[in-house]
């Protein structure tokens, strides 16, 4: 336990909204800090409480603008390490290029280590992030890692909102996240189904491949079917598995996804997808999406469902603060109360 020391939460651009959430739930205020942009592009950042020798929390995600909100980041820690703060822990609930884990063909750079090499440089001591793309990325860093869970926050959300979760199935939608389907369809004592996806060359030689998918594992017909996935951004992937779901036989389809970037996604497309709900949390903000989804069709705007990580991320800034474990959280998710 940092003795004699309190908690200093700080935030960039990134997510204000559950920055603020997360102080709330800590019972502390935001410290005063501001990060603007010059005309030439570069960053300023100004912090206007003292922060010396004090154990500093910085909560940053990485959604839209993703370079400068990790740049933004860069220099917060930067900024508070020369300002003598006893600890620096990175809470990054959306780990930025995490999908560039590994070199995947000639010349790929390995960004997600990148990424890692510069908080260690700018001084970051300790890193919270949640549901990481691939955990081989705890590996990339020098300094502990703990990467939280929203499964607990998603089979919460299965048992209390999806009727007839009993008899469902859960559905991977690729090989990738099949042990992530496997854990929560144990832990929910239910049938688990995998999807698998592959390129096949379209017909005349054209040389181009084209994206199919086939349902390897499992029988969804005339079942609810709980397809997840721990991140969404054109929402491709999510349609295609529908359809496959679709074409053998679901009776109902509901979407549990970690991550909602939907940077590319077209809210109108997401809308007239055959699925009940697609649930994501906010580990991005998802106001504007809600907002799109809600112009582009109004009978439409309660299918994306909203689960709130910010008393979660909260619980385990307090028990990094007093030295407790956080290994409770990745169980049963936070407590009742902070």
Known sequence: MHNGNSIKLLTGNS?????????DHLGIHLVPCVVKKFSNGELNVTISESIRDEDVFILQTGCADTNDHLM???????????ASARRITAVIPCYPYARQDKKDQSRAPITAKLVANMLA????????TMDLHASQIQGFFEVPVDNLYSEPLMIRYIKME???WRDSIIVSPDAGGAKRATTIA??????FGLINRSKAPEAGGSGFRRDSMKLLVGDVKDKVVILVDDMIDTGSTVAMAAKTLKDNGAAK?????????LAEANMANIAALPIEKLVVTNTIPQKARQQSLRDADPEAQDRLVVIDISQTIAESIRRTHNGE?????????PSTAV
């Not at 997510?15 to 102080?23: F, S």
């Not at 389809?253 to 970037?261: A, D, K, N, P, V």
């Not at 474990?325 to 998710?333: A, E, K, M, Q, R």
């Open 15 to 23: 997510h204000a909204e559950l920055a603020q959430a997360v102080a």
């Open 72 to 82: 933004e980041l860069l220099i917060l820690i930067s900024a508070c390490k020369t």
């Open 121 to 128: 440089i700018a001084g970051c001591d300790h890193l919270i």
């Open 162 to 164: 999806i009727e007839g």
């Open 186 to 191: 144990d832990k929910l004592k239910v049938d």
């Open 253 to 261: 389809i509901y979407c549990l996804i970690s991550h909602g970037l």
């Open 325 to 333: 474990s956080i290994s409770f959280l990745f169980d049963v998710g």
